[in-house]
């Protein structure tokens, strides 16, 4: 699930008509602000771009980088400060691709501007200042998203719908991982490399994906046990991490994650009384190969396979072509705030835990991050 890979599913194509519904009623498309114009807001941009939005306006402090992205993409508003943005008007819906403590400022301007939202993972690294945020934009009547794009993969929407169709019977365990190396920097980008600026290390910034995957698979987590590590970074925080989960239906799931790895790991695997689904991007080509056995006279390790491959739109355009759908009223958000909120929960039950060498029970969890 790299930001390169290909995804399934053409229900919301890139058609010339997908393209002309992106916007308004009367046919103008979607006028975009991007907040914070660093690494990932390219993703953002080019999604929007792809599905016929309009982006018409970038805000960030960093006067060097917001000249260069406003040049290279054509965007003539730009802003240093993303109130001044809001206050010129014109701006349909924000991606927040800031830092993560610029979340709950930018949403709560964005809801009081009547601006829809779709903010990056973490959603914010207190529960309470989440919860504000959801609030503020339901008191406004705005649609809020949380960028957890692995959801709109084709292979966990595939995934997800298979076990929804009870065609894995009841889940026994998953296992997630979402593992990298910084594409062999020997340093940690400065952003993510203390504790002031990001919160945490690779149990928040990946973990959190994964612990927002374990509950899109599993439902609900009752209880982790985590180990956390610095193994490899001159950082203040973890660069390896470990999970385990117990879902509130009995089931197990572990999650790994690590700035230690070497290249871009990502993978999922289900397991279930009546088959099994394995994914990863790390033998070729990534294919979801379902394991099951409806052949009589199969041996231990030869099951019944079924393979799926995903190609075409990649995962974070899925994502925000959901956005624009859940904004023009067509489908609900894929990933609520409270979906966010519920990841982040989780992750701080797991620090907890780590201090602790001990499992917590999530209900009984840190509202705030831990140290
Ligand atoms: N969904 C994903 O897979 C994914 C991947 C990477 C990062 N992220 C998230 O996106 C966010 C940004 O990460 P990044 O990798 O792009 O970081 P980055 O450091 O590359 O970029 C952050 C940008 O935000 C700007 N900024 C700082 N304060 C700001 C403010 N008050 N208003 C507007 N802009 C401001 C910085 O100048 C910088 O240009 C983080 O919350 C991160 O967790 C998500």
Redesign the pocket.
């Known amino acids: 699930m790299s930001p390169g890979q290909g995804n399934q599913d053409d229900d919301l194509s890139y058609t010339a008509a997908a393209i002309g519904a992106a916007g308004h009623p009367g046919g103008a498309p979607l006028r975009i602000g991007i907040?914070?114009?660093?690494?990932?807001?390219r993703a953002h941009h080019d999604s929007y771009r792809g599905a016929g939005a309009e982006v018409v306006a970038l805000?960030?402090?960093?006067a060097l980088?917001l000249r260069a992205r406003a040049a290279r993409w054509g965007v003539e508003r730009r802003y240093s400060?993303?109130r001044a943005m809001f206050a010129d008007g014109d701006v349909d819906a924000v991606s927040i691709?800031?830092?993560?403590a610029?979340?709950a400022p930018?949403t709560l301007a964005a809801a009081a501007s009547g601006v829809h939202v779709l903010c990056?993972?973490?959603i914010a690294l207190d529960l309470a200042q989440g919860r504000t945020m959801i609030e503020a934009c339901r008191a406004a009547g705005v649609v809020f998203m949380v960028?957890?794009?692995l959801r709109s993969h084709g292979a966990a929407d595939l995934a997800k719908r298979m076990l929804e169709r009870g065609e894995l019977g009841d889940v026994t365990h998953v296992r997630l991982r979402q593992a990298h190396d910084w594409a062999g920097a020997s340093e940690v980008?400065?952003?993510?490399s203390t504790r002031a600026s990001?919160g945490g290390g690779t149990l928040l910034?990946n973990g959190c994906?994964l612990m927002d995957l374990a509950r899109f698979f599993g439902k609900d987590v009752d209880e982790v046990y985590a180990r956390t590590a610095t193994r490899k970074f001159a950082v203040e925080l973890e660069d390896t991490a470990h999970v385990s989960l117990r879902f509130a239906s009995g089931a197990l799931g572990t999650v790994e994650v690590a700035w230690t790895a070497t290249g871009w790991e990502e993978g999922f695997w289900i397991y279930g009384t009546q088959g099994a689904l394995e994914y990863t991007n790390r033998s070729g080509t990534p294919v979801l190969r379902h394991a099951f056995r409806h052949s009589p006279g199969t041996t231990w390790g030869d099951t019944d396979v079924s393979e799926h491959r995903f190609t075409g739109v990649p995962p974070h355009a899925r994502h925000i072509r959901a956005f624009l759908a859940a904004i023009r009223g067509e489908r609900p958000v894929v990933c609520s705030g409270e979906d966010g909120l519920e990841a982040v929960r989780l992750v701080f039950a797991a620090y907890e835990s780590a201090e602790r060498n001990a499992p917590v029970l999530v209900r009984e969890a840190p509202t705030t991050l831990p140290g």
């Open positions: 907040i914070g114009v660093g690494g990932i807001s805000a960030d402090p960093d980088n400060d993303f691709c800031a830092p993560t610029v979340h930018a990056e993972k973490p960028n957890h794009q980008r400065p952003s993510f990001s910034d994906h």
